[in-house]
């Protein structure tokens, strides 16, 4: 980035005054300005700033999301540093890594020293220090004294750091490190006279210098700060020293919210293993339980030894920080009813490949065919061994938590003729899908082209777009299958696909790929690929055709289809997310937009011809001079056309060889000259002297 231009003036206005007044009642250093402007540099989250310790490779989010701006009602706001709301953060901020810092500086004896001594430490104190900072994010513009190096030494100088900079705080609520660079950060020594303040560098976006933030620390340290989650908007308590992954919910009253360590499930089967029942809450209050119906607590287990319904009660106090604990569990101890879904073909013709038969239990436990008449089953396929019927019965035994399906009995076909045409499916379904989430599509098709049957069971449900695709939606947690089966008819044979198991979840996880082209020329800007999901898992990219991905970067070299594959695996509760984006990489600049010639203007001194191969950008400027008989050019460029146009003057037209279009965002404004004539022919010609102005 390039440091330049000032700002200053209006936005000064009003800063002495509340100042003066807050230096009555806080901490905040005060210096005096000596004859001299006191350069504030602006810093957005994305930079690295001048003199960077180190540049941390990726390209986090930045955004503050749903956790929005801190207002700020006044010019220099100051404020404590534990602040309930001060900072925001995501459910992994593991970008901001004190441990690959601290990794960074074991490697640079130099800047360790210089890092140490910012800070006020010994350079062998530099790991137990950073593993104690909590990473957060700023949800104001905030003035601090950041540090750089050069030359050897920690360079101060006071900054503005953009809302949605990643820091690494103290446990007195403190910035004490940018992530981004790793600089060192102190609390912002505010100017005795703030009208002397200058602003260097561009502004974002929103920046109001009036509406600056200053950290003060607390008076004592804190375990855990209440900060508010950018991807869901809730406020949750982070524990000193942890990245997100421990985030506790919080209470109307920013109270902590406990929970026992123990998974209660809602369904058992009697006699199953008792359940052991925690002593304490996650915020070590003691738990008391009691129980209504079929059940027991002996010596701290759950046990469930009768068919019916348990009702288990958890209670704790509330003790600061924690609220009180009241929560009850209804399990069904006992088997739970199951049934059998069979789609059975309508006639089988002797002689025909033998197919599987279509069929699940809700339970998704193996299933028992017995097969009678003119046909046999045999490892799960369907034999017509003459003409007749076939009568083919399906059984579930259950076990200790499913009660036996009702059989169910199909009755096939069996019919001497002519093979027929057999019939292939082709069929994916997501191994995971999250509960209450938009449905997922299904791919799924046949060779050669029928109509197709889904079935599934409970836990998903199987619905179609305004297209008519087939898409899949969890209803319930817990796994489900599915099928599809492509009926027979005189013509085509019965086929089923392999059965799938989808696992519904309890979310899932997305990636911000909105701005993502579909079409691109070749050469166009790199696309910044999002290194994490939205829960922040690591995303994998897969690509086909000519484009590639250097670090986070997708490129287009080469004209040509790309086709960009971005997986997420599941992660916790949390379900799996794919997505394939295509994108078209076209050699030649494609025309959105329309152009004007404005007017002409032609001076001619001396003949000279004069061949180039220019180029176009939305930036550029070409113009031709004729001096003393010299000729100067400067070029503009135009990239993207298969083949090179030509320039010339031998004939008093001007033409554009091959044709060739401009594509958005590209706009040509006056002064847009061409003299004495515009026409499209097969080559591109000046009359003696032109002056072309493209601006």
Request: proline residues 10%; glycine residues 8%; aromatic residues 6%.
């Amino acid at each position: 980035m390039v440091w330049t231009g000032w700002v200053r003036g209006p936005w000064a206005i009003g800063l002495t005054a509340v100042v003066a007044a807050a230096t009555l009642f806080s901490s905040v250093a005060i210096f005096a300005a000596v004859n001299d402007e006191i350069e504030v540099l602006l810093e957005p989250a994305d930079s690295d700033g001048p003199d960077p310790f180190f540049i941390l490779d990726g390209n986090p989010d930045l955004r503050l999301g749903a956790a929005g701006p801190l207002s700020l009602t006044t010019t220099i706001s100051l404020r404590t540093g534990v602040q309930p709301g001060l900072y925001g953060g995501s459910g992994s901020d593991g970008y901001c890594d004190p441990e690959l810092i601290a990794e960074f500086l074991r490697g640079d004896r130099a800047k360790a020293e210089a890092w140490a001594g910012v800070v006020g430490i010994d350079v062998d104190e530099i790991d137990t220090y950073l593993s104690e900072l909590t990473p957060l994010r700023l949800r104001a513009d905030t003035l601090v004294t950041n540090h750089g190096f050069r030359n050897g030494t920690a360079t101060p100088r006071l900054s503005v750091l953009q809302a949605g900079t990643m820091v690494l705080v103290d446990k007195f609520g403190v910035p004490r490190v940018r992530c981004k660079c790793g600089n060192p950060l102190a609390p912002a020594e505010v100017p005795e006279n703030p009208d002397d303040m200058v602003f260097v560098g561009e502004p974002w976006e929103g920046f109001e210098p009036p509406r600056i933030l200053v950290v003060e620390p607390a008076e004592e340290p804190v375990e855990y700060f209440i900060i508010i989650r950018i991807d869901t908007g809730e406020r949750m308590a982070r524990p000193i020293g942890t990245s997100g992954e421990d985030d506790i919910p919080v209470d109307g009253e920013d109270n902590l919210i406990p929970t026992i360590d123990v998974e209660i499930p809602s369904n058992v089967g009697v006699d199953e293993e008792p359940i052991p029942l925690p002593d304490t809450t996650t915020g070590d209050v003691p738990v008391s339980y009691r129980v209504d119906g079929p059940c027991e607590i002996i010596d701290g287990y759950l046990h469930l030894r009768e068919e019916g319904r348990c009702v288990l009660h958890a209670q704790a106090d509330a003790v600061e920080p924690w609220a009180a604990f009241d929560e009850t569990f209804d399990i069904l101890v006992g088997q739970l009813t199951q049934e059998i879904i069979v789609v059975p073909p309508a006639r089988l013709v002797v002689g025909e490949p033998s197919p599987p038969l279509a069929a699940i239990a809700t339970s998704l436990l193996p299933i028992s065919f017995e097969a009678s008449g003119a046909c046999d089953f045999t490892r799960g396929r369907i034999v017509g061994n003459e003409e007749g019927g076939c009568s083919l019965t399906l059984t579930q035994e259950g076990d200790h938590r499913w009660q036996p399906a009702a059989a169910v009995t199909v009755k096939i076909a069996i019919q001497d003729g002519s093979p027929r045409e057999p019939v292939s499916i082709s069929f994916r379904a997501p191994s995971q899908i999250g509960l209450g989430q938009p449905p997922v599509p299904l791919e799924v098709e046949s060779d050669p082209p029928r109509d197709l049957r889904l079935e599934t069971t409970e836990g998903c449900e199987i619905t179609t777009d305004p297209s008519g695709a087939y898409q899949i939606g969890g209803t319930r947690i817990g796994a489900c299958q599915i099928m599809a089966v492509a009926i027979d008819d005189d013509e085509h044979q019965y086929a089923v696909s392999e059965i799938q198991t989808v696992e519904v979840l309890s979310g899932v996880q997305t990636i911000d790929l909105s701005g993502l082209p579909t079409r691109v020329q070749v050469g166009a800007p790199p696309f910044t690929l999002p290194p994490e999901s939205d829960s922040g898992t690591p995303v994998v990219y897969q690509l086909e055709g000519p484009c590639e991905v250097v670090g986070d970067q997708l490129h287009f070299p080469a004209a040509g289809e790309c086709m960009l594959m971005a997986d997420v695996p599941a992660t916790g509760s949390l379900a799996a997310f794919s997505h394939t984006a295509a994108i078209t990489v076209t050699a030649t600049i494609e025309s959105t937009t329309t152009t004007r010639a404005t007017r002409s203007t032609t001076t001619t001194t001396t003949t000279r011809r004069t061949t180039t191969e220019p180029s176009v950008t939305s930036s550029t400027r070409r113009r031709t001079t004729t001096t003393e008989g010299k000729t100067t050019t400067t070029e503009p460029r135009i990239s993207g056309s298969t083949t090179n146009p030509k320039l010339s003057t031998s004939s008093p037209s001007l033409t554009i060889s091959p044709p060739f279009t401009i594509s958005p965002p590209f706009t040509i404004s006056p002064p847009f000259t061409i003299s004495p004539t515009f026409t499209i022919s097969p080559t591109l010609t000046f009359p003696t002297k032109s002056e072309v102005v493209i601006n």
